[in-house]
C-alpha cells in the first residue's frame, strides 16, 4: 500500500533549467509534507517543507507547491546545478499517538547536466 | 555539534541470527526513530522512541526491536534473521517541537545470506 507514490524514478535537465519533481499521496490525514535529498553513501537530507494548510513555500532555489484537492506536490530547483543531482525523497508525515511517521515515496534521481 | 552516527557501516549475518544496530542522536535531539529502505524502496518507518520509551511502530514485526538510552543514544535488535531483512537501515533524530525535520544518520548497510 504506496501512499506516497514519485512515478518518475529518473529525470535529467540542464544547468540553468527548472527542475521539477512530482509527487502524489492519498492519505488525507498527512498533516507535513518534506522533500529529502540522497547522496551515495550518505543518508538523506532535509530539504524542504510544508503545512498540509500551505499552498507553497520557497527556500532559496527551492519551492515546493502543495495541491491538496489533487493530492499532488511538487519540488521546483531554479536554476538547477550539477551540485543539485541526487536522489530526491517525497515525504508525508502522519502523527500517531505522538510519533511521527513519514511515509516516503520511491525517489527520484535528478541529474543536472553542465 | 556532532550530527547522527550509525555503526557499523556494513554487516554481513545468516538467517535465523540475531543483529543489533547502533546509533548515536544529534547532541540536543531527544527523538530518534528507525528506518528501513529496501532496494528500489523509500525507507519505511520502523518505530520511534522518546525519552526511553518505545512511542510509535510501523508494520513491523515485534522481533524488531529497539532501546533508547538516557544519553538518547539507541539501538535496533532484529531477531530470526529473514532474507528479506536484507536492506539498509536508517536511524534518525529529531527534536520536539521540529519534528517534522528528522537528522538522518547514513546508515548501516544489512546483508542476509
Known sequence: DQQVKQNSP?????????????????????????????????????LIS??????????????????KSAKHLSLHIVPSQPGDSAVYFCAARRQISGANNLFFGTGTRLTVIP | ETGVTQSPTHLIKTRGQQVTLRCSSQSG??????????????????????????????????????????N????LNVNALELDDSALYLCASSLT????????????QLSVL
Not at chain 1, 50 to 67: A, H, P, Q, Y
Request: charged share 20%; with cysteine; aromatic share 20%.
Open chain 1, 50 to 67: 510544508i503545512s498540509s494548510i500551505k499552498d507553497k513555500n520557497e527556500d532559496g532555489r527551492f519551492t515546493v507547491f502543495l495541491n
Open chain 2, 29 to 70: 535531539h531527544n527523538t530518534v526513530s528507525w528506518y528501513q529502505q529496501a532496494l528500489g524502496q523509500g525507507p519505511q518507518f520502523i518505530f520511534q522512541y522518546y525519552r526511553e520509551e518505545e512511542n510509535g511502530r510501523g508494520n513491523f514485526p515485534p522481533r524488531f526491536s529497539g532501546l533508547q538510552f538516557p
Open chain 1, 10 to 46: 529518473s529525470l535529467s535537465v540542464q544547468e540553468g533549467r527548472i527542475s521539477i519533481l512530482n509527487c502524489d499521496y492519498t492519505n488525507s490525514m498527512f498533516d507535513y509534507f518534506l522533500w529529502y535529498k540522497k547522496y551515495p553513501a550518505e543518508g538523506p537530507t532535509f
Open chain 2, 72 to 75: 538518547y543514544s539507541s539501538e
Open chain 2, 97 to 108: 517541537g521540529k519534528a517534522e525535520k528528522l537528522f538522518f544518520g547514513s546508515g548501516t
